[in-house]
């Protein structure tokens, strides 16, 4: 399983920590298609913040994501549900570490 | 007590931070361009990396605070000085020393501006410096703006000081987990060299902003007013503080923008 297939893996689960793990210690998500909802941005920085946000997020924030699909080794589409608010939406993994972790990830609207 | 580096601690904010800080019985590293402990160009690449070495090498048990002040308005004819002092010179510096201020479990704190809130700043370049953070790239594009407009030259400042305060808010969660806090202070317009040297349009600008604290009287505000909230910041004594973006400006914000609580 490559690093776009653990992605959808552990968000499909709504695993946070292991989320959290793909990433590198500084490495950071930003997620651009709340800013069609009543939300704004994501821009999480750090493991740390990762584990944290996602836990909030999966717990109270009804965030989850469905008919997910890699595109290639470092994209996947999904349908992201936001608080009931639906984006068909493309995270890219923008850049990884020597040790495989995810340095930068960004997702956008399809 | 504790070991702190200040970075544009020979002037204004700075150096009244440095005697506060002194004052309480801390070793003080002062960085500065002129009559620091180290003296170096946070601007450049190199005077950056000359920094962090220098601080490893004086306080290799880590660094109970570092203070990032140094700064230059916009009204300096050299945008890509703005942009290379103000923003990184302040997050490539903070990253650097990371490490020693874990060591020690430091604070940091780092000074933005009660501007960001004025609507002024141009966030494409503010959103350019958080979210792709290409120095050269984002120097080369405001190189090509007019260096001498004063309005342009505030819209790079403002937006300069929007990033940092936004990169608080994003590292501050991830490297409170790790033991730093990250802060900042958001000034009014103080009396310092800066402020001091400004003229026409950008003195009339500083003018127009009202400082309710200073109702009457002068439209600056004095050094030691933002220097005491950075000192504390910085101490132990604010341990709950995290990601604030602390406006110390009279109540500028509160009159101009009283609605915005959050």
């Known amino acids: 399983m490559?690093?776009?297939e653990k992605y959808i893996e552990v968000m499909q689960n709504k695993d946070y920590e292991a989320l959290a793990e793909l990433f590198s210690p500084d490495g950071s998500l930003t997620d651009y298609c709340p800013k069609g909802t009543a939300q704004r941005e994501y821009h999480v920085y750090g493991q740390e913040a990762i584990n944290m946000f996602f836990r909030n997020k999966f717990t109270f924030g009804r965030f989850s994501i469905s008919e997910a699909q890699a595109i290639n080794d470092h994209q996947a589409k999904y349908v992201a549900n936001y608080g009931g608010y639906l984006v068909m939406a493309i995270a890219t993994i923008r850049r990884t570490t020597e040790d495989g972790r995810i340095e930068r990830m960004s997702v956008r609207p399809k | 007590m504790g070991?702190?580096?200040v970075t544009g601690g020979s002037s204004g904010i700075g150096a009244k931070t440095v005697e506060m800080l002194k004052a309480k019985g801390n070793q003080v590293i002062n960085i500065d361009l002129k009559g620091g402990d180290i003296c170096a160009n946070l601007a450049t690449?190199?005077?950056r990396n000359d920094v962090i070495r220098?601080?490893?090498a004086m306080a290799p048990e880590g660094l109970d605070g570092l203070v990032c002040n140094a700064g230059v308005s916009?009204?300096?004819g050299n945008l890509p000085l703005v942009v290379s002092l103000?923003?990184?010179g302040v997050t490539k510096l903070a990253k650097g020393v990371r490490d020693l201020l874990i060591k020690k479990g430091g604070r940091v704190s780092v000074t933005s501006s009660n501007t960001i809130s004025q609507g002024t700043g141009r966030m494409d370049i503010a959103d350019l410096l958080n979210n792709v953070g290409d120095e050269k790239m984002i120097c080369d594009i405001v190189a090509g703006l007019d260096q001498k407009n004063v309005t342009v030259g505030n819209s790079i400042y403002v937006a300069?000081?929007?990033a940092l305060a936004r990169w608080v808010r994003r590292v501050a969660p991830y490297w409170a987990a790790r033991g730093v806090r990250v802060n900042a202070v958001a000034p009014g317009n103080v009396r310092t060299a800066m402020t001091g040297a400004l003229e026409g349009g950008a003195r009339a600008a500083v003018n127009a902003l009202p400082i309710p604290t200073k109702f009457g009287g002068d439209a600056l505000m004095e050094p030691d007013e933002i220097a005491g909230v950075i000192t504390f910041l910085v101490s132990e004594e604010s341990l709950g503080m995290n990601g604030n973006i602390v406006f110390v400006d009279g109540g500028t914000d509160a009159l101009l923008n009283s609605e915005k609580v959050y």
């Open chain 2, 3 to 5: 070991v702190y580096a």
């Open chain 2, 86 to 88: 103000n923003y990184f």
């Open chain 2, 45 to 47: 690449v190199d005077g």
């Open chain 2, 54 to 56: 220098q601080l490893h």
């Open chain 1, 2 to 4: 490559n690093l776009i």
């Open chain 2, 160 to 162: 300069t000081k929007y």
């Open chain 2, 74 to 76: 916009g009204a300096c």
